[in-house]
């Protein structure tokens, strides 16, 4: 499921649609991004608008750092 690895908010359910229910990510558009971290590493997240703004609001290595204290963050996959 697409859940934002930053603020941990995942997509919006919609009313009932037969035979299944509709999925909506219009306002939690999840984008995967590849990132630059001080470790000298690049990491690969999966994040929502809001994650990226907190992301320009206290910095990456802090964000990630809230997200593993919350739970958010459960694993990253780093790129070569």
Same mark, same amino acid.
């Given at each position: 499921?697409?859940?934002?690895?930053?603020?941990?908010?995942?997509?919006?359910?919609?009313? =009932?649609?037969?035979?299944?229910?509709?999925?909506?990510?219009? =306002?939690?558009?999840?984008q995967?991004?590849?990132?630059?971290?001080?470790?000298?590493?690049?990491i690969?997240?999966?994040?929502?608008?809001?994650?990226?703004?907190?992301?320009?609001?206290?910095?990456?290595?802090?964000?990630?750092?809230?997200?593993?204290?919350?739970?958010?963050?459960?694993?990253?996959?780093?790129?070569?």
């Amino acid at each position: 499921s697409k859940v934002c690895q930053i603020t941990g908010r995942k997509a919006a359910v919609g009313n =009932n649609v037969s035979p299944q229910r509709e999925e909506q990510s219009a =306002n939690q558009p999840f984008q995967q991004k590849i990132l630059w971290v001080e470790q000298q590493i690049w990491i690969r997240l999966t994040v929502s608008a809001a994650g990226l703004r907190t992301i320009n609001k206290i910095g990456l290595n802090a964000a990630i750092k809230q997200a593993a204290e919350k739970g958010y963050l459960t694993s990253i996959k780093t790129v070569e």
